[in-house]
């Protein structure tokens, strides 16, 4: 075991140690190596940034692909006692059977530690091969619901009993007739779970004095639930937050724009945000964003960026963390050193913000951008700047060596 100590969480405030005990799941595909990796840069960043005085304290535990070969569980009892008593993990990306086999563990995780906000701020980095013209317009954060709606997985195959007795129980209660070939899946929107994101969006943008809040809901065609997501998100705008926002109607008395110190507080339907993030993805600042419609939204601004490659996200609670990469397990790089590290990176560097660590933070950040301007990259960049591409670790080395001089 590992030295260190818990983070800790007192009075509703996150107490992180100088050596604090963080779990490291490596994942599947090419998660290993560029979990690895990514670990090399964060801590040397720490090293630099705390000269020596503050160290992250891993622990390696199973999950994944290599757990099932070794212990015959993807999700071993040790592992979820693990993230119940440290809270915090640095993960690669985990394989997810489509339409059959096992449930997500990324959702198992996030349902574990109700770690209720998946986060992804997406900013242009000078350098990358974006198909906009302008994507250093590109800076928005995303706030997305991680624990309601379609991912709480109630749903039924279309000829099982199950989906028999829900088309009964409608038919014989609502007079609703499903057709008899349709699987069936339930859409639940709490309010409670609505406002307790809406609180973190509202909050980190009033800390960090964005310009606009857009709620993204569907809410037009499901006015119960995507519909409602939007008023409890208004509402706890006017409730909690009166005096830091003011909304799109209130803006326009004002000669269209929010007054200084204000921050726009607005809601767009998702299909017209799909097109307006391209056409103008400067209209757009910190989303708040139901799950389906914030997963979808979170990779269409990434792609803007020119490559999902380079996003890290965080999966937040009142009390804990999963930081992991955008993208998935691109198993035909595994075991190659091609594979970019820059996402899971991306995920240490918003750990290391969470925690407080910004000065690690900020050199993580500084090293990435040095090495993409530089055009140091791996092969998923280099091949649209027509370079020589770098192998995983090589990239890393000199991630490693920029923080250190
Ligand atoms: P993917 O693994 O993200 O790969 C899609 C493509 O993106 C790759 O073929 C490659 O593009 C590029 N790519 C992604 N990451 C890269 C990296 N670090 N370095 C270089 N290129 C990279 O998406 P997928 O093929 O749809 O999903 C594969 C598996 O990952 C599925 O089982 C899925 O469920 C899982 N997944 C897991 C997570 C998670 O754990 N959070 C998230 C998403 C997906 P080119 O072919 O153009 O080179």
Redesign the pocket.
Known sequence: MAGGSRITLVNGRLVVPDSPIVLEAD????GPE?TTNAIRVIDAAVARAYSGNRKIEWIKVPVGDQAEKDLGDRFPESTINALKEYRFML????????GKGFR???VRMRLLLDLYANIRPVKYINGIDSPLRNPEKIDMVIFRENTDDLYTGIEWQYESKEADMVRKLLKDNLNIALDPDAGIGIKPMGKAKTERIARMALRYAIANKRRSVTIMHKGNIMKYTEGAFREWCYGVARNEFAGSFVTEEEAATLGGNAPAGKILLNDRIADNMFQQIITRPDSYDVVLAPNLDGDYISDAAGALIGN??VLG?ANIGDFGGVF??????????AGKN??????VLKAGELMLTHFGWTEAAALVEMAVASAIRDKKV???MARFMGVAPLGTKEFTDNLVNAIAR
């Open positions: 994942g599947d595909g090419i560029i993960k690669g990306p985990l394989t997810t059977p489509v997500s563990l990324n999902i490659g996200g992991e990469a955008v993208h998935g397990t691109a198993p035909k790089y091609v594979a970019n590290p820059m996402g791996t092969n998923d």
